[in-house]
């Protein structure tokens, strides 16, 4: 008679040991997220008319917009006990179609504003040069901004600053209003100058007009 092998599981003469420990599970770890927020200098007017700078938590990624429109709001608790105020108009709004394309402020170099009518040129001409030193002053403080133009109503616009008129459309910078620093210091006239000759107005000269006789002189 044949014999026939069986198939089966191989069994061991010797009982094996489970492995009950498990691989060591190493946490990843978390890319750091930047801040929501995060303080931006701004600058406001104190009670001599001087740039003061503070800091105002403004959202991620900073935007020309949102500097500007926290120029607008009210001074804190703090800022109004120094004395400190904005002189940009709360009705300063920005023209609809610029101002979804403003681009974050630390990627620009020059800040192109463009605001509806009835903002800042309802301003008189000292509160509008104040108006203009706090927006400039502000947007080349921090990033890569160092001139701002600014519009009304997509015309360009002649502005005032600490000396003249800028042309119209022509850049703003930081030094065209330097004479609202804290520490500026007006220069003293060289002693000794000679003053420039007044001239005389239209009309009144003293020579007596021409085909008239001299008044005579009494005595």
Request: glycine letters at 6%; aromatic letters at 6%; one cysteine or more.
């Amino acid at each position: 008679m044949a014999v026939v092998a069986a198939c089966g599981v191989p069994t061991d003469d010797e009982p094996l040991a489970l492995n009950n420990e498990l691989p060591t599970v190493v946490p990843a770890t978390p890319t750091p997220q930047p801040p929501d927020t995060r303080d931006f200098p701004v600058y406001l007017v104190d009670g001599e008319g001087r740039m003061q700078q503070t800091l105002r938590e403004l959202p991620q990624p900073v935007t020309i917009t949102a500097v500007v429109t926290e120029l607008t709001e009210e001074p804190t608790a703090d800022e109004g006990e120094r004395g400190w105020r904005s002189v940009v108009p709360t009705e300063t709004t920005f023209v609809p179609e610029t101002e979804d394309n403003i681009n974050p402020l630390l990627n620009e170099t020059t800040a192109e504003l463009d605001f509806v009518s009835g903002s800042l040129d309802t301003l008189e001409r000292d509160d509008l040069t104040l108006a203009l030193a706090q927006i400039v002053w502000t947007l080349t403080e921090s990033g890569s901004v160092d001139q701002v133009i600014i519009r009304i109503d997509s015309e360009d616009t002649a502005w005032p600053t600490d000396e003249d008129d800028s042309p119209p459309g022509a850049p703003l910078r930081f030094e065209d209003y330097d004479e609202f620093s804290p520490d500026f210091v007006a220069p003293t006239p060289t002693p000794g100058a000679e003053e420039p000759p007044v001239e005389d107005e239209p009309g009144s000269s003293s020579e007596p007009p021409e085909g008239t006789e001299p008044t005579p002189t009494p005595g």
